[in-house]
């Protein structure tokens, strides 16, 4: 079955692409004789496919406060700390050469995120660990489309289970994934992407995630930071499409020539719960933090 899914997420990219594409010179098919060569990069020191800066179960790495007015979950408190940490690693970009920001790049991704809860001495409540295998495709600078794999594992905090008598539901989900991106302005970028895989008790569901992302120029702090904010949503088939919505906002200060950016931010969300362990419950949140993606 996973080998059909896979063939109808291909082919699905490739009608997406044809609908998005536009008559233009640059677009004018050159003699054999002129076309661009291509070239590899090993390691590529920067991103190639946009992250979605608002997912809070995408790899990074951040150090946050959170408040939550609600929660469905058993014998916690309102007040926890968040850790976060991991990141994407380009392995290797197939490229026009004379032009980086178009082409292939293969790429894995790591990471875990966890919560503590304050008022039971930064007791672990639970975490997850995740990763994938991505593949991503640029046709165009404002265009790209990913397929891969991802995994995600959760587990229950040891103290929350010793004192509340919950164990580990043993909840993971293995997912193909097809994304795909649009920067339909300067600095302003549309995204969508369909998960599809193993979820509750070994069942075959889907996943639908959207976001939208803007930052300014570098006009704060000395022209060392711009403003952002971030939109996104994602609907969990194995849950009657419970969804759960995540809005960050702040300001982004890169570190050098690479990708890797700072961010102090505000995040809210509010939905079905981000550690897997507690995916039948709800919550809301508010947080403050540091965030950091290399």
């Not at 179960?57 to 609600?70: G, M």
């Not at 996943?207 to 022209?223: F, L």
Request: with cysteine.
């Amino acid at each position: 079955m996973c080998r059909y899914v896979f063939r109808a997420l291909l082919t699905g990219s490739l009608v997406m692409f044809l609908f998005s594409s536009t008559s233009s010179a640059g677009d004018v098919e050159l003699p054999e004789t002129s076309k661009p060569k291509k070239a590899g990069i090993w390691f590529p020191p920067n991103d190639f496919y946009p992250r979605y800066v608002a997912d809070p179960l995408r790899p990074q790495n951040a150090l946050t406060i959170q408040w939550l007015p609600h929660t469905e979950i058993p014998d916690t408190n309102a007040s926890r700390f968040g850790l976060r940490t991991g990141g994407t690693l380009g392995i290797y970009r197939w490229h026009p050469q004379g032009d980086t920001k178009r082409g292939w790049q293969l790429s894995f991704e790591g990471g875990m995120s966890a919560q503590f809860d304050i008022g039971y001495s930064f007791d672990n409540t639970g975490w997850d660990g995740f990763y994938g295998l991505i593949l991503a495709w640029k046709p165009k600078h404002n265009l790209g489309f990913r397929i891969g794999s991802k995994h995600d594992s959760s587990h229950i905090g040891d103290e929350y289970s010793v004192r509340t008598g919950q164990q580990r539901i043993h909840y993971t989900r293995e997912d193909a994934i097809l994304g795909v991106s649009w920067e339909m302005m300067p600095r302003w970028v549309l995204y969508s992407e369909l998960g599809y895989g193993n979820g509750y008790a070994g069942s075959v569901t889907a996943t639908i995630q959207v976001g939208t992302q803007y930052n300014t120029e570098q006009t704060y702090w000395k022209n060392r930071a711009s403003y952002f904010v971030a939109f996104d949503s994602i609907s969990y088939e194995e849950s009657d499409w419970r969804t759960r919505v995540t809005i960050q906002t702040g300001y982004m200060i890169p570190v050098g020539n690479r990708s890797s950016v700072h961010r102090i931010a505000i995040e809210a969300g509010l939905g079905r719960s981000v550690m897997g362990q507690f995916a039948h419950y709800d919550e809301s949140w508010v947080a403050i933090g540091w965030f950091y993606d290399f």
